[in-house]
């Protein structure tokens, strides 16, 4: 039982590639979300989804895109990456719910140069 | 920005003394939870109080929350060394229970 799984760990893109950071669950949880990390910022939400087929934009969504056709996997695609994006990217999942904790992935670090 | 503000940024204790954390956040909520990370790995979750709870204990935690002046405080009792983490409040708005909001984070150094 892994919880949340993210890949990968490290990347390193230059400006204008295009990616997608993996995120895979096996908890069965309805939320999944998308986090930037960037110092002395906290996290900041890119975009969420509340179940399968559903998503939305969270707080920081230019640039990046999501879709969710299954429960358990919630990719998030960098369209044309710019060195702005340089930061450490998290997946989250909650159960259905307001009192419901999240559970976070490992985190992908990525660097555009 | 919907995030809110922890003070102070950072944090340098004694093993042995109390470490006190606050959070102020935005809107009104349904609870707020605390996370705690460690050297920018995955978060944890600590704890959970909801809006109208003023208090919670967890073993070394307690984690009070003024709904009146959106703040909210924990304190971790007797710290050691293992307790040098970032910790973050994160608040569940009340119209939108799917979000989690996140605070700026306060860095915690407990010095053996």
């Known amino acids: 039982n892994a919880g949340v799984t993210q890949t990968p760990k490290f990347q390193v893109l230059k400006t204008g590639q295009s990616m997608t950071l993996q995120c895979a669950q096996d908890m069965n949880h309805e939320y999944m979300s998308w986090y930037r990390q960037d110092p002395g910022m906290g996290l900041r939400l890119i975009h969420y989804?509340?179940?399968?087929?559903?998503?939305d934009q969270g707080e920081v969504p230019n640039g990046y895109n999501v879709s969710r056709s299954t429960t358990e996997d919630f990719p998030l695609r960098l369209l044309s990456a710019a060195p702005s994006q340089t930061s450490v990217y998290f997946c989250a999942i909650r159960g259905q719910g307001a009192g419901t904790e999240a559970f976070f992935g490992q985190g992908t670090r990525l660097t555009v140069v | 920005s919907q995030q809110g503000e922890e003070d102070p940024q950072a944090l340098s204790i004694q093993e042995g003394e109390n470490a006190t954390m606050n959070c102020s956040y935005k809107t009104s909520i349904n609870n707020l939870q605390w996370y705690r990370q460690n050297s920018g790995r995955g978060l944890v979750h600590l704890i959970l109080i909801r809006s109208n709870e003023r208090e919670k204990h967890s073993g070394r935690l307690r984690v009070t929350l003024d709904t009146s002046k959106k703040s909210s405080s924990l304190l971790i009792t007797a710290s050691r060394a293992a307790d040098t983490a970032s910790y973050f409040c994160?608040?569940?708005?009340?119209?939108?229970?799917?979000?989690?909001?996140f605070g700026s984070g306060t860095r915690l150094l407990v010095r053996p």
């Open positions: 989804s509340v179940g399968a087929g559903i998503t």
């Open positions: 994160a608040s569940i708005p009340m119209d939108s229970s799917y979000k989690l909001i």
